[in-house]
């Protein structure tokens, strides 16, 4: 069996953990081979093919190491693929197809977010043998519990928050902290909880400033001159839209920090301060939850493939690993749900909303 494995869309901390548990565990089967694509699919509409093969010696070491030996893009779709010279985007896909045969592979494991397995999706209708690794360190992939990744970014942002704690309050200004997310709260919700934040806004609950502010002049009554304001990049207050930045020819979700801190200095003429954490939480060595987690997904996924259930995701519920089809994860999207317990749990010990 020829096997090959790829990780597309953003980098997060973990993705070697899932690659060193997918060829560690191949190794104790008869005569499977592992083949490492390079830049997700892009690996496949090269030429020649950017691929190597994989052993023990190869993934030797990589257990604690950020990023992904193989190489990430999440600008490598082959159904909608820019062109260099310009134009209109080409659709590939049948290229990625001819390469996948002509390699002669007999499935491969794809290790992404909801970019990624979407895509995966639809080259798995054209005929890939396919199983898919969810990560990403937004958490909001449908369907599972915990992707890889998650764990490390909120550590990242819970760190940042707590260290801005002292100094907001030796300067007695209100902090704010822009963290990624993209459309989900999970990493500003978590983050925020566990490092004692007083305000907390999600893109699934648009903010009001009234509300803010409100909570900003009850701890001035109780003594307290600062605050921390953490802002997930999605997030928008009532009756307004996202913020998004243009970098290197692109639009991204991304400002939102710098936006509220000038609408309640403003409002308010409290002196703020703006830190936007934005690729730190993407770095670094991953946690050991991330590094355990992915051990787990890469072997589940291994047994998937030997197994021959293709055309299936893992999903992690209750504790369990799981398989789940393509079709109930593709194109779907997991925000922070109304009745969470973090955000009960939040909302529990006083921490202001935007409501």
């Known amino acids: 069996m020829k096997v090959g494995i790829c990780t597309g869309g953003g980098d997060c901390p973990g993705l070697n953990s899932i690659i060193r548990a997918v060829v560690r565990h191949a190794a104790q089967f008869e005569n499977v081979e592992l083949w490492g694509i390079k830049d997700s699919f892009n690996g496949l509409m090269s030429e020649p093919y950017g691929v190597r093969k994989l052993d023990c010696e190869t993934v030797s070491g990589i257990l604690m190491k950020g990023g992904t030996i193989l190489g990430t893009t999440n600008a490598g779709n082959p159904f909608s693929l820019k062109n260099p010279g310009g134009g209109d985007p080409e659709d590939k896909s049948q290229k990625v197809i001819k390469a996948y045969q002509e390699l002669n592979l007999d499935g491969v494991i794809v290790i992404g977010g909801d970019g990624t397995q979407g895509i995966a999706y639809e080259l798995a209708k054209l005929g890939m043998n396919i199983v898919g690794v969810p990560k990403t360190i937004d958490n909001d992939l449908a369907s599972t519990d915990q992707t890889v990744g998650f764990d490390t970014a909120v550590e990242v942002a819970a760190e940042a928050i707590?260290?801005?704690?002292?100094?907001?309050?030796?300067?007695?200004?209100?902090?704010?902290?822009?963290?990624?997310?993209?459309?989900?709260?999970?990493?500003?919700?978590?983050?925020?909880?566990?490092?004692?934040?007083?305000?907390?806004?999600?893109?699934?609950?648009?903010?009001?400033?009234?509300?803010?502010?409100?909570?900003?002049?009850?701890?001035?009554?109780?003594?307290?001159?600062?605050?921390?304001?953490v802002v997930a990049e999605g997030a928008y207050p009532k009756g307004g839209e996202e913020s998004?930045?243009?970098?290197?020819?692109?639009?991204?979700?991304?400002?939102?920090?710098?936006?509220?801190?000038?609408?309640?200095?403003?409002?308010?003429?409290?002196?703020?301060?703006?830190?936007?954490?934005?690729?730190?939480?993407?770095?670094?060595?991953?946690?050991?939850?991330?590094?355990?987690?992915?051990?787990?997904?890469?072997?589940?996924?291994?047994?998937?493939?030997?197994?021959?259930?293709?055309?299936?995701?893992?999903?992690?519920?209750?504790?369990?690993?799981?398989?789940?089809?393509?079709?109930?994860?593709?194109?779907?999207?997991?925000?922070?749900?109304?009745?969470?317990?973090?955000?009960?749990?939040?909302?529990?010990?006083?921490?202001?909303?935007?409501?």
């Open 162 to 229: 707590a260290r801005l704690q002292t100094t907001a309050e030796s300067h007695e200004r209100a902090m704010v902290l822009e963290v990624m997310g993209r459309n989900a709260g999970h990493i500003a919700l978590h983050s925020g909880i566990a490092s004692g934040a007083h305000v907390i806004l999600l893109p699934e609950i648009p903010f009001s400033y009234e509300a803010i502010i409100q909570k900003l002049d009850e701890r001035k009554q109780r003594g307290k001159h600062h605050s921390v304001i």
């Open 244 to 355: 998004f930045k243009v970098s290197s020819g692109r639009k991204n979700l991304g400002g939102v920090g710098h936006m509220v801190a000038e609408e309640l200095f403003q409002r308010t003429n409290i002196e703020t301060r703006v830190t936007v954490l934005g690729h730190i939480q993407r770095g670094g060595v991953p946690s050991h939850v991330d590094r355990a987690l992915g051990t787990a997904y890469g072997v589940k996924a291994m047994d998937l493939v030997m197994e021959k259930k293709f055309g299936t995701i893992i999903a992690l519920k209750g504790g369990r690993l799981t398989e789940i089809d393509y079709q109930d994860v593709a194109g779907k999207f997991r925000p922070v749900p109304a009745d969470d317990l973090y955000l009960q749990a939040a909302k529990g010990v006083g921490i202001c909303l935007g409501q």
